[in-house]
């Protein structure tokens, strides 16, 4: 009772500071509106320009807030493949089945999307009933059965009947609106910094009660989902989708692998079922999965652990339970997958089966040690088993590999170097067993690991025992006779071709051209293979930092144009960042070009990409 006190409370504080966003929005447009045309007014009387002068600030800052406050906020579906019922017969019938348990209209349309969780969006026009669409994560899907399946779509359900849907829409609305004030506050200077720091007072007050009042509805939501399905079946359906979301982390650095050798498969989620069904992710998930932290006052949604334990406490409901995977419903699955990954990948990556695994592996570790070798002229089979056993040489020759390291000055860099030796060792000395005879298997999801004859080198594992300092020595003979014994000679080096060179390799694999613009700089490279040096090393923000979405770049085409990561201090983690502005990106080539006035930041994101 306490704590449902304690919400109405918070939901009533919500609701008070969207009110008052919106009234002093409009005061304050009122009151420099004032101030401006008493300026104009009194320099007409009195003939003084001064006065007019003093005018601009205030009538720049009353442009920022009209043209924050009265932006666009229509929500933007996320990249998507919709599902019709010739497609999906089976799962729209589960649709229409739940819907009549919920006392719900069927959905309007199914969309399937990338990612591993699902939703539900509320259209409705003026004079019109309200309906929703369901929108199906693909990684959720690979992941669930059809009982989890049924579970997930009637807590979006619960969202729906219990109208967070369009309380939702009306946060999205004032969230866009309030970051394009403080967005235009924070770039125009001047009497906008004091409206600056104003929104941002409001908006840490707004956050944390609009936080709890989303946590209290997704609780609700389970509960409706527990009704529907039983709460053992939800209780099933919050783990999978932990271990997805889990799953699909770890598989999307095997697509960014093949994405940097310029390929992608047909279908991605194809491969992410293949690899949780591997021995891999079976001994791999249950360490991955316990990473998630305590529910923080600005999280949106409870932990999971925290809403397992309260549906725990529910009533099993006694519904005959479906094993069978969720995309069984889904007849033209197959299709369907291959559009939504074709609808999001660049058009100059080329296409490839899962058949050719293998040999697509072999092609990235290739090119990866190709890399090195140009970067690292002098490295061979010799000098790079010596460096292994030598951790203070390990910083050295990553970041001359790897200059994306420059600037990182977080509290886990050392673990990072070493996860970085490692993959540059496993790169270079398996190429060198590769010419020797050996070839990479291709189950997906098992260790990468080398075959000749019978016999498989697990490099990674070996490399892995490097990082004990206890055991580096005895690992990095091990990883010797392992290697001399395939046949690498102590100075064998990697081939590079005649025609290959760093420049060349630079333009395959992320080019970035930087040229003086103005009084700023223009930074163009391939958005999907950018890196970003840590904010903090320009703006000199709290070392700590976390990565966000780049929204958090000053983004003149709205919030979610395009999705990448991007490291940036706490100090701007919730706000736009001044140093750097998207100026235009092109999904067919991805080329994006940013602008930045701080030629530290341009000649570090040089740097960090060259």
């Not at 609780?219 to 079946?233: I, K, M, P, V, W």
């Not at 089966?353 to 990235?364: N, V």
């Not at 270079?428 to 098992?446: D, F, H, K, N, P």
């Not at 840590?534 to 999705?563: F, L, M, Q, T, Y």
Request: hydrophobic share 45%; proline share 4%; charged share 25%.
């Amino acid at each position: 009772m306490r704590d449902e006190l304690a919400l109405r409370r918070r939901a009533r504080a919500a609701v008070g500071t969207m009110v008052a966003f919106y009234a002093t929005t409009w005061i304050l447009v009122s009151l420099l509106s004032a101030v401006v045309l008493g300026l104009v007014a009194a320099t007409l009387f009195t003939g003084k320009v001064l006065l007019a002068a003093l005018a601009i600030p205030f009538a720049i800052a009353v442009v920022a807030l009209v043209r924050g406050a009265t932006r666009s906020t229509k929500p933007k579906l996320p990249t998507h493949v919709e599902v019709t019922e010739a497609a999906a017969p089976a799962l729209f019938a589960t649709l229409r089945e739940l819907s009549a348990e919920a006392a719900l209209p069927a959905p309007a349309r199914v969309l399937l999307v990338h990612g591993t969780n699902a939703g539900i969006f509320e259209e409705r026009g003026p004079f019109s009933r309200r309906h929703y669409t369901l929108l199906l994560g693909a990684g959720l899907l690979s992941h669930l059965g059809v009982s989890e399946l049924r579970a997930v779509v009637a807590h979006e359900l619960g969202h729906f009947v219990a109208g967070d849907t369009e309380h939702a829409a009306r946060v999205y609305a004032m969230r866009i609106r309030w970051a394009a004030i403080m967005r235009e506050a924070l770039v125009a200077g001047g009497p906008d910094d004091v409206v600056y720091l104003l929104y941002r007072w409001l908006w840490g007050r707004f956050e944390r009660d609009a936080a709890a009042v989303a946590r209290m509805q997704e609780l609700t939501a389970d509960d409706f989902s527990a009704r529907l399905e039983g709460a053992d079946t939800a209780v099933r359906a919050l783990e999978r989708s932990r271990e997805s979301a889990a799953a699909v982390a770890v598989w999307s650095d095997v697509l960014v692998s093949f994405e940097a050798l310029g390929a992608r498969p047909r279908n991605a989620y194809e491969g992410l079922r293949r690899f949780t069904r591997s021995a891999q992710w079976a001994s791999t998930s249950a360490i991955v999965r316990v990473e998630e932290g305590p529910t923080d006052e600005l999280d949106v949604h409870p932990s999971t652990d925290d809403r397992i334990a309260r549906l725990s406490r529910g009533e099993p409901r006694s519904k005959p339970r479906d094993d069978r995977p969720a995309t069984a419903l889904i007849a033209q699955i197959d299709q369907l997958e291959s559009a939504l990954c074709a609808a999001t990948a660049p058009a100059h990556l080329r296409t490839f089966e899962w058949s050719e695994y293998g040999r697509a592996l072999e092609a990235i570790e290739r090119s990866n040690a190709q890399r090195i070798q140009a970067r690292a002229p002098l490295l061979d089979a010799r000098r790079l088993l010596t460096v292994l056993t030598l951790r203070d040489r390990w910083e050295e020759l990553v970041v001359t590999i790897e200059p994306r390291w420059t600037g990182d000055a977080t509290s886990d860099r050392a673990e990072n170097i070493a996860a970085e030796l490692s993959r540059i060792a496993r790169s270079y000395l398996g190429t060198l067993l590769v010419a020797r005879g050996w070839s990479y298997r291709s189950a997906i999801g098992e260790p990468i690991a080398l075959e000749r004859d019978g016999a498989v080198l697990e490099l990674g594992a070996l490399l892995s025992r490097l990082r004990s300092d206890a055991d580096r020595s005895a690992a990095g003979a091990e990883i010797e006779r392992a290697v001399t014994s395939g046949g690498v000679g102590e100075h064998d080096q990697v081939s590079t071709g005649d025609s290959y060179s760093e420049a060349q390799h630079r333009t395959r694999w992320s080019p970035v051209d930087v040229r003086v613009l103005g009084a700023g700089y223009e930074v163009r490279l391939l958005l999907r293979r950018a890196r970003f040096p840590r904010c903090c090393v320009v703006c000199k923000g709290p070392p700590d930092a976390e990565s966000v979405n780049v929204s958090n770049v000053w983004n003149p085409h709205g919030a979610h144009a395009v999705e990448v990561s991007l490291w940036t201090c706490n100090e701007h983690a919730s706000v736009a960042h001044a140093h750097l502005r998207l100026r235009e990106h092109d999904p067919q080539s991805d080329v994006a070009v940013f602008d930045t006035r701080d030629a530290q930041l341009a000649s570090l994101i040089e740097q960090v990409n060259r």
